[in-house]
């Protein structure tokens, strides 16, 4: 049996689970719940299809949600336990091989293997979109770019998925900051198929890393129906709206939205997302207190086993913003238990060591208010927070408390090395420009502060244009 979508040859699957398979991975590509069912009716008939139970476990994995780990690793568990492996094709043995080490919470090793495999089979396309989730949890620029990048060649313009192959490239391009080029290759990817939202998305980072928050929101706006309802993303790219949002000073517009789609996550990224944007407000003396408050409630289930750092961090800053230190407290004080037992091969066991923790010990240092001990943790690091996962946006909530904690310990020559460093990536941004003048204030230079503050009013109601 072949996989009719990429020409690969498939073990183990009749015809009908062999269409469902096409169609999950058709689904994954689109971000869509829909993956879910039709990688469960491939499994029905064929409940010994590698692929199909591949494609499972991946699923299962991939949300860094604990539970869904836990069930992927037994279900995957009795398919190998009736499975006879020396008789697999080469590419299925090496995506058990990937998929087990992910299990195994090698992260590193499973994104290792999976490049293998798209080096052999660059038409693959459940190794790519899963390796370039990997490289992303793992915050790994120049993977994201070049594992797509070196199998785009053996993908066509007539290619049903090709369109999506552009869209993840176009990410991995922005992660490694090429913004012209991943601006072009991500047009192109959503001029192909309009409703590619990794697509969308890749776009919004471009005009993000940028600056250029106008433009952003006018993408946005203008392709509304395509990304805004039926897909596990919506919640993401409205994050992404209200980031530019921010930038134009429209307070009243982030709460909105937060209100009517964020408030109410169901996942960790979904969370992820309400407590970054919220974190942000924190940071500029915007308290939600309800809305934290409510965000807090959500996440001690998702937060109860060590998995994934990135989510811990996260988790800390909505207890810090519900004014529920001793939860954050508690929540680190497990994860030093848990990095205290050697744990070799376990990505988020060295995550959470070198920078989870670290990054976690400074949120609660902010929100006691010792801003000269968030400098001190998050200083050293900084260039490295990339290690525990998630993209250049996402992160710049750890560089934006450092920035903050500076200011406010009135450590001036750290501040005043931050603020330069931003400008001179991002000169259109208000923020950055906000943020000049707040060091202008306390360095008493009354001419430059408001220089600074026309600056950033005169950014903000231009869409970041000078």
């Not at 040859?9 to 719940?33: I, K, N, Q, T």
């Not at 047009?187 to 919004?204: K, S, Y």
């Not at 529920?324 to 990505?347: C, F, H, N």
């Not at 943790?377 to 250049?392: A, D, M, Q, T, W």
Request: contains cysteine.
């Amino acid at each position: 049996m072949f996989d009719d979508q990429h020409g690969l040859a498939m073990s183990g699957a009749g015809a009908a689970a062999a269409r469902h398979y096409d169609r999950a991975v058709h689904e994954l590509l689109h971000f869509r719940a829909e993956v879910a069912a039709e990688a469960k009716a491939a499994l029905a008939g064929s409940p010994g299809f590698p692929m199909g139970n591949v494609l499972s476990a991946y699923l299962g994995l991939l949300t860094t949600e604990a539970g869904d780990a836990r069930k992927a690793r037994a279900r995957f568990g009795a398919f190998r336990r009736t499975v006879d492996e020396a008789s697999l094709l080469p590419r299925e043995r090496a995506h058990v091989a990937a998929v087990q080490a992910l299990l195994d919470g090698d992260f590193l090793r499973c994104g290792t293997l999976l490049a293998w495999i798209t080096v052999e089979h660059p038409r693959d396309a459940l190794a790519l979109v899963a390796g370039h989730q990997i490289d992303f949890l793992t915050g790994d620029a120049r993977s994201l770019r070049d594992r797509v990048g070196g199998a785009l060649n053996a993908w066509h313009d007539d290619d049903p998925h090709y369109g999506h192959v552009l869209g993840m490239y176009a990410f991995g391009l922005e992660e490694a900051g090429h913004y012209d080029r991943s601006e072009e290759v991500g047009l192109r990817a959503v001029e192909l198929n309009p409703r590619d939202v990794w697509g969308i998305h890749a776009v919004a980072h471009t005009y993000e890393m940028q600056g250029r928050f106008g433009t952003g929101l006018r993408y946005l706006d203008a392709r509304l129906p395509d990304w805004s309802t039926g897909t596990f993303f919506n919640v993401h790219t409205w994050w992404h709206y209200c980031l530019y949002a921010l930038e134009s000073g429209d307070l009243a517009r982030v709460l909105e939205i937060y209100d009517a789609v964020l408030a109410d996550g169901q996942s960790c990224m979904e969370l992820l997302d309400a407590a970054a944007l919220l974190w942000r407000l924190h940071l500029e003396g915007s308290e939600q207190h309800e809305r934290w408050r409510a965000l807090a409630d959500a996440w001690p289930p998702r937060v109860a086993e060590p998995f994934y750092a990135f989510n811990d961090m996260h988790a800390v800053m909505a207890y810090v913003g519900a004014g529920r230190i001793g939860d954050a407290e508690r929540l680190i004080a497990g994860r030093e238990a848990y990095v205290r037992e050697p744990r070799p091969g376990v990505t988020n066991h060295t995550m959470t060591l070198q920078v989870g923790l670290p990054v976690c010990r400074a949120v609660v240092a902010f929100g006691r208010g010792d801003h000269a001990s968030v400098v001190e943790l998050l200083y050293p690091i900084r260039h490295r927070v990339n290690e525990f996962g998630g993209s250049h946006a996402q992160r710049d909530a750890v560089q934006k408390t450092l920035l903050e904690a500076a200011l406010r310990a009135g450590l001036r020559d750290v501040a005043r090395a931050l603020v330069s460093e931003r400008i001179n990536v991002r000169p259109c941004s208000p923020y950055n420009w906000l943020k000049q003048a707040a060091l202008a204030d306390r360095l008493g230079d009354r001419a430059a502060a408001a220089a600074a503050r026309l600056r950033a009013g005169d950014l903000a109601r231009t869409g970041g244009r000078a």
